[in-house]
């Protein structure tokens, strides 16, 4: 049972650049969530997207967007990159059926902003 | 505006004993509460859940504890093992908008001296 997958591992960009972040859900799992998590903090929720429409949002500005596929990957989208954004970014699969949605997490993509 | 606090950073305890790891909350519509485990280099990875209409929850080893009056929650382990250190994160499900999002606390680091 393939688990959360995410790409790339690392990613080094530079200030003004743009960035995609990618994700697969666990399998059978129909919603993806986002965080964001800086360094010695918990993650931060950036947005969530169930049947590729973003449903919720966290407090993040418009440079971050994201998309969801009909197989219910996704993808983070964060433009005009700050240093700030330097961060572990963290994609989690639920099956929004089972009322409990317990997320899972995939291992994260780590960016750092020069 | 932390909604979601875990006050102590870091805990030590002995192999075999109990460590008993903290949370408080301050929203009264969080209605599931989660702790996930997190290794370097790794994703966080679930550990246990509560519902707010319960009061304890027990998988093995773990056991989550939740005082609505109090707003407290506490995660224990028993016996503690070498593998348990690791971040440990509080987590909150916040229904208020309808739709749900997650609140992390910022994490307690545990380290199980052997």
């Known amino acids: 049972d393939a688990g959360v997958t995410q790409s790339p591992t690392h990613l080094i960009k530079t200030r003004g650049q743009q960035v995609t972040l990618r994700c697969s859900p666990k399998?059978?799992?129909?919603?993806v969530s986002w965080y964001q998590q800086a360094l010695g903090q918990g993650p931060q929720f950036i947005f969530q997207y169930y049947e590729e429409e973003e449903r919720q949002r966290g407090n993040f500005p418009d440079r971050f967007s994201g998309h969801q596929f009909p197989n219910y990957s996704s993808e983070l989208n964060v433009n005009a990159l700050w240093l700030g954004d330097s961060a572990l970014y963290l994609c989690a699969s639920s099956l929004a059926r089972t009322g409990r949605e317990t997320q899972y997490f995939g291992p994260g993509t780590r960016l750092l902003v020069l | 505006d932390q909604q979601v606090k875990q006050n102590s950073p870091s805990l030590s305890v002995q192999e075999g004993r109990i460590s008993i790891l903290n949370c408080d909350y301050t929203?009264?519509?969080?209605?599931?509460f989660l702790w996930y485990k997190k290794y370097p280099a790794e994703g966080p990875t679930f550990l246990i859940s509560i519902s707010s209409i319960k009061d304890k929850n027990e998988d093995g080893r773990f056991t989550v504890f939740l005082n609505k009056s109090a707003k407290h929650l506490s995660l224990h382990i028993v016996p503690s093992q070498p593998g348990d250190s690791a971040v440990y994160f509080c987590a909150a499900r916040d229904i208020t908008s309808g739709t749900y999002k997650y609140i992390f606390g910022t994490g307690t680091r545990l380290k199980v001296l052997a």
């Open positions: 929203n009264s519509m969080f209605d599931y």
């Open positions: 399998s059978g799992h129909d919603t």
